[in-house]
């Protein structure tokens, strides 16, 4: 990596574009530290991939790693919903907060679509594509050019090209830049550590920019694809936007150092700590999940006959924290009153938490598991 030549600025008229060089090549790698962090983020993935074994009902909390990560993804495009935001429904949400609740469920809907995708479709050109389809559709980008390659030039920073921090290569070079990144994926002759791989291809693709809008989100959510695809992880339970969203500053300087620098190894230094990072705080949010059940599980058999019915709604409860007392009658089959009566005693029992203060309409968070993701 010490001859890493991240590619050159090419005159454009009055403003010069980025054209950076292919990544698809042999490798080497013999930094000490290097070699250590990425020991390190190797022993940390292990961890996280054998727990997420032993937690009952996996894709429950799934559904909430990746609602945590639609969040703070879009956090750092702007994007201003909270994680009770996004629970709710879209009727519920105020008029001004509509457009930034809908851009998070789309942000959801993508991923689980592209990991659903990775049953039939190679990490892929193709694949990011049609993720990126799904994350605009409807939303502020839809007129951008959903799921399709940039035929214009697009800019990072400032108002215009002319004062642009940065201007990602033409537009006429994208597709072979992006199948330069597939060859690279795919790429079984020349290794180079896995770790190492998606965090070139994350650089490399925000170095591309290969959309008009939508490249951070689809950018960041290549990530915990990459690892699944590659069977390092089993499910998708690794997301690096919120250790992104804490170190923004670092994480666009330490791209730009790349580019400008040819610093590729502080870049690389950075991901694996935000692997680390990220990993070891994941583990601990499933272990306080398995805790928090064990807790809750003691606390409703205070409920007697009841227990069953509560149990059903808490089922519930781990995969969407948020119910009002129609969902609780529709999961449990039981009528409106004695519905009522069972939010009462979840209540009481400290569980639930009435979040909006009106007399009807209430609705009610769970408010202990909600804040696991925190």
Request: charged share 25%.
């Amino acid at each position: 990596m010490k001859n890493f030549q991240s590619g050159r600025y090419i005159q454009q008229g009055y403003y010069k574009s980025f054209q950076p060089n292919p990544i698809n090549r042999l490798w080497s790698m013999d930094n000490m530290e290097l070699i250590q962090l990425l020991g390190r983020a190797d022993r940390e993935l292990g961890r996280l991939d054998m727990y997420s074994d032993y937690i009952p009902n996996i894709d429950l909390f799934i559904s909430m790693h990746v609602l945590k990560e639609a969040t703070q993804s879009s956090k750092i495009e702007g994007t201003r919903t909270n994680m009770a935001e996004a629970l709710l429904a879209e009727e519920d949400v105020a008029p001004e907060k509509r457009d930034d609740w809908e851009e998070v469920q789309n942000y959801v809907a993508a991923m689980k679509e592209a990991i659903s995708n990775l049953h039939t479709l190679p990490f892929s050109s193709r694949l990011i594509r049609e993720t990126h389809r799904t994350l605009l559709q409807g939303v502020r980008g839809k007129h951008k050019q959903p799921g399709e390659f940039r035929q214009s030039q697009n800019w990072i920073g400032g108002a215009t090209l002319s004062d642009a921090i940065f201007v990602p290569p033409v537009h006429s070079s994208i597709g072979e830049l992006m199948s330069d990144i597939e060859k690279f994926v795919h790429n079984n002759t020349d290794y180079f550590p896995e770790l190492l791989k998606i965090a070139l291809v994350h650089y490399q693709f925000e170095t591309i920019h290969p959309f008009l809008d939508g490249n951070g989100r689809v950018g960041r959510l290549l990530i915990p694809l990459y690892l699944v695809d590659k069977g390092i992880l089993k499910q998708p339970v690794l997301y690096l936007s919120d250790f992104f969203e804490r170190n923004r500053t670092h994480y666009y300087d330490n791209l730009m150092r790349a580019r400008e620098k040819n610093d590729l190894l502080q870049w690389f230094k950075f991901f694996l700590v935000g692997i680390i990072e990220t990993a070891s705080n994941s583990v601990a949010t499933f272990d306080n999940i398995l805790k928090l059940q064990k807790q809750v599980e003691g606390q409703i058999q205070a409920l007697g006959s009841r227990t069953v019915n509560a149990q059903k709604v808490i089922d519930y409860l781990y995969q969407r924290p948020i119910i009002d007392a129609a969902k609780v009658g529709e999961v449990v089959q039981v009528s409106p009153a004695s519905a009522y009566k069972l939010i009462v005693d979840l209540v009481q029992l400290g569980i639930l938490e009435e979040i909006t203060g009106g007399k009807r309409g209430k609705q009610y968070m769970f408010m202990a598991y909600l804040n696991l993701f925190k």
